[in-house]
């Protein structure tokens, strides 16, 4: 049996609408599903929607709404961006599904039987926007500042606690047992370190609003919309109702979030899957977060990158591989308009586009267009670019997008050197040339066939456009089999088989 792969996205809350930060994880996540599918393995690519807790409680009287009328709108919003962008997830879940509540009280009552949760008192500084109590470091920090923030509330409750500190040696010990469970290293460096200085025990339940899953044994008390919102990636594989389906597919193979929720998920979800007698996720990656121009993203300065208005002005692709080519994905970036256009014009229309028009017009030209011969020696582009290849699969394992997108980008730029330097229009002017002109012709189009396997998970649209050209069956149509071994060798291409030119691949962005 095809082995498996189960990754998650985080499941945003629906206080807002959905803006890059929330498209970069969801199409990283995308790419890695996409990756595993074209290499015949069965995959399992969760998403969903965070719909609890007094964040949206709170959102939902300023716009006059009941909370699950807000979060029926929002909703929307994202499902219809994932929609645009392409996205394949297998699963969208919204934590006000039944399903999914009847798994996270299962979860809670599981670790509840299992003596890890018991009923104290709690006072202490809530920060409504973030759900959480601030640290004694956080109220340090604030100082006098903090009674002058709307957003930070005195709160004094009876509250049920999990016993966090119980689990402090166990989890020390797991992280630093398993090197690959929290990526990359640098954040790894920091989940230690803030176990080290001790883990006091978590309040997770709140009776200050009502907006969240009631407990059973005390329905004063409704769940901590982070035990709620983490259980998600259990309940969505039949915790607590499927066993089979559980099996197959947990534990997750990866959990991508962002830096900001490090703590959470590597903290906190494994302290309760350990709790519960759950094994914990392989893997837990946390990207780093985007800038625009320069500065942080907020609402009051209105700077919020609106994925709508990229895909419907320039297309899914292009916005998709821009998100994971600009820079390593456990580091912050920049988003800039200037760079978003210079970035496309020259790797997707005069890279890649040229490199694609210019072929298969070649071949449309000069071979009446129909592909020549298999040549029995290729040249050394062949075996750099399979080198190439090699090495881009191996990024992507690692998560390493950008390089491995920097991989393709050596093979297109050693293709369009070898065009430019044999002078193809040259040779087909000379019948002695025939033989070699042909030998070129051939190779470049099993260069872009390969390619269009490549990129096929970052530019689902884009790539399968190139392999129509081509003649070539869809990578998604190649179903079980390895896509990605079967194409990344040489001769593939039937001789013979007719190219099509139509039109260009990418239109140039004008500043
Ligand atoms: N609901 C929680 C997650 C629960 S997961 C069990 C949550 N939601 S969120 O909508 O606020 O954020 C979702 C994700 O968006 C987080 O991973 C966060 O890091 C990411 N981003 C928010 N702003 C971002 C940027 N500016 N850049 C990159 N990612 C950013 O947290």
């Keep these: 049996m095809a082995e498996k792969f189960y990754i998650t996205t985080p499941i945003y809350y629906v206080n807002d609408y959905p803006h890059i930060g ?10 890695m599903a996409r990756f595993y599918r074209m290499q015949g393995r069965e995959v399992f690519f969760l998403t969903g929607t965070d719909e609890h807790g007094q964040k949206i409680e709170k959102t939902a009287k300023l716009t ?96 049920y606690f999990f016993k966090l500190s119980k689990y402090q040696d166990k989890l020390l010990k797991h992280i630093k047992a398993n090197p690959e469970f929290i990526q ?54 039949g915790y607590g109702r499927d066993e089979k389906l559980l099996q197959k597919w947990w534990p997750a193979n990866v959990h991508l979030v962002g830096k ?111 592909l020549p ?19 881009y699969r191996d990024h992507l394992a690692t998560m390493s997008f950008d390089q491995a997108l920097n991989e393709v980008s050596f093979m297109l730029r050693k293709t369009n050197q070898s065009i430019d330097q044999s002078e193809p229009w040259k040779m087909a002017k000379d019948e002695t040339k025939k033989k070699q002109l042909e030998q070129h012709l051939y190779e470049w189009c099993e260069v872009i066939r390969m390619v269009s396997v490549l990129l096929y998970p970052f530019m689902p649209t884009l790539t399968g456009e190139i392999r129509k050209k081509l003649g070539l069956p869809l990578v998604e149509e190649k179903k079980e089999q390895n896509a990605l071994q079967q194409e990344l060798k040489f001769g593939v ?10 039109s260009p691949l990418f239109v140039r962005i004008e500043a």
């Design 493 to 502: 291409l039937l001789p013979r088989a007719e190219v099509i030119v139509g």
């Design 184 to 237: 990359p290293e640098s954040r790894r460096n920091e989940v230690i370190k803030f176990i080290e200085k001790g883990l006091k025990d978590l309040s997770i339940s709140r009776t200050s609003f009502k907006w969240g899953i009631p407990l059973p044994q005390d329905p004063n008390h409704v769940m901590y919309v982070w035990f709620d919102a983490l259980s998600n990636y259990l309940t969505a594989v």
């Design 260 to 370: 900001d929720i490090l703590r959470f998920h590597c903290i906190f979800w494994p302290a309760f899957l350990m709790s519960a007698g759950v094994e914990l996720p392989q893997s837990v990656f946390a990207h780093g977060w985007w800038t625009v121009e320069g500065e942080k993203m907020s609402k009051s300065k209105g700077n919020f990158v609106d994925p709508f208005e990229f895909v419907e002005k320039f297309g899914a692709d292009p916005f998709r591989y821009f998100l994971l080519r600009e820079f390593p994905f456990g580091q912050d970036g920049n988003f800039s308009r200037e760079q978003f256009r210079l970035r496309l014009n020259n790797d997707l229309a005069n890279e890649l586009g040229n490199l694609v028009s210019r072929t298969i017009s070649m071949v449309g030209k000069y071979c009446e267009g129909k």
């Design 64 to 159: 006059n709404e009941k909370p699950m009328e807000l979060a029926d709108r929002v909703v929307v919003r994202f499902k219809s961006l994932w929609e645009k962008l392409n996205i394949s997830h297998d699963h969208f879940l919204r934590t006000t599904d039944r399903e999914h509540i009847f798994g996270a009280l299962h979860f809670f009552q599981t670790c509840f039987k299992n003596d890890d949760i018991y009923l104290g008192d709690y006072e202490g500084w809530y920060a409504v926007n973030d759900e959480e109590f601030l640290t004694d470091t956080q109220v340090q920090e604030l100082g006098d500042a903090i009674h002058n923030n709307p957003n930070i509330v005195r709160l004094k409750e009876k509250t």
């Design 22 to 31: 929330h498209a970069y994880t969801t199409v990283a996540a995308d790419v």
């Design 373 to 391: 011969q298999v040549p029995s020696n290729p040249t050394i582009l062949i075996s750099d670019c399979l080198a190439h290849g090699a090495k």
